[in-house]
């Protein structure tokens, strides 16, 4: 006999056998509910669209729901954002179906209505992103999806605390769409530009002393 540790069914005791068959399914329905992204996108668009926040007395969306789900913001962030785009386009049945990583490549790389309402595309939207983008190479290989590629990188607490507070502007920005792989894209752009721009800089006031020697 034992005392199961999950939340709804604490302090009940059961034999190792029905605590086992209970912590399985305890930890099966967390699964679920994780790998259900389009419930969550849904539920939070709608507490955006219908100023929920505002009724429950909070000043703004996101004061919300640093309130209610400060640790997977960032997450709800993401596939609001992919579930706001493809939902225009595609059946709630066929998203239901689509792992989140898809949902994602599919936001951010393919954007013709046609070819997202495309059956064969649907059907490859099942798969994981890699397979996903393979799948798309043969279907539209003019529209050059590419696959995901996963680094894991290790900040310093203060590293971190600069790069969230950044992250979390850029979103605001991007209308709170944006993943984190597209704000590294776009600061990487954003260094790029500037380099140019020194290298101009640079170039000129080179000129302009080539031009006084000669001078």
């Known amino acids: 006999m034992g005392v199961l540790s999950a939340p709804e069914i604490r302090e009940i005791y059961l034999s190792p056998k029905e605590r086992a068959k209970a912590r399985d399914s305890y930890a099966r329905s967390f699964e679920r509910q994780f790998r259900d992204w389009c419930a969550i996108a849904e539920c939070c668009l709608a507490i955006e669209r219908d100023r929920d926040w505002e009724i429950l007395g909070f000043s703004s ?44 490549v599919l936001h951010q790389q393919v954007k013709s209505k046609k070819l997202r309402r495309d059956p064969r595309v649907l059907e490859a939207s099942k798969q994981k992103p890699h397979d996903f983008a393979k799948a798309m190479q043969e279907i539209a290989p003019n529209q050059h999806v590419e696959g995901l590629v996963r680094k894991v990188v290790n900040f310093t607490a203060s590293q971190w605390s600069v790069i969230e507070a950044t992250f979390e502007k850029y979103q605001v920005m991007e209308d709170g769409s944006a993943s984190f792989a597209s704000f590294i894209e776009w600061m990487c752009s954003e260094v790029s530009e500037w380099t140019l721009h020194v290298n101009k800089e640079n170039e000129g006031r080179k000129d302009d002393k080539d031009g006084e020697r000669i001078h």
């Open 61 to 104: 969306f996101h004061a919300w729901i640093m309130d209610a789900a400060p640790a997977s913001r960032r997450y709800i962030y993401l596939v609001m954002g992919i579930y706001k785009d493809l939902s225009v386009d595609i059946p709630q049945e066929e998203l239901e179906k689509m792992p989140v990583g898809t949902g994602a």
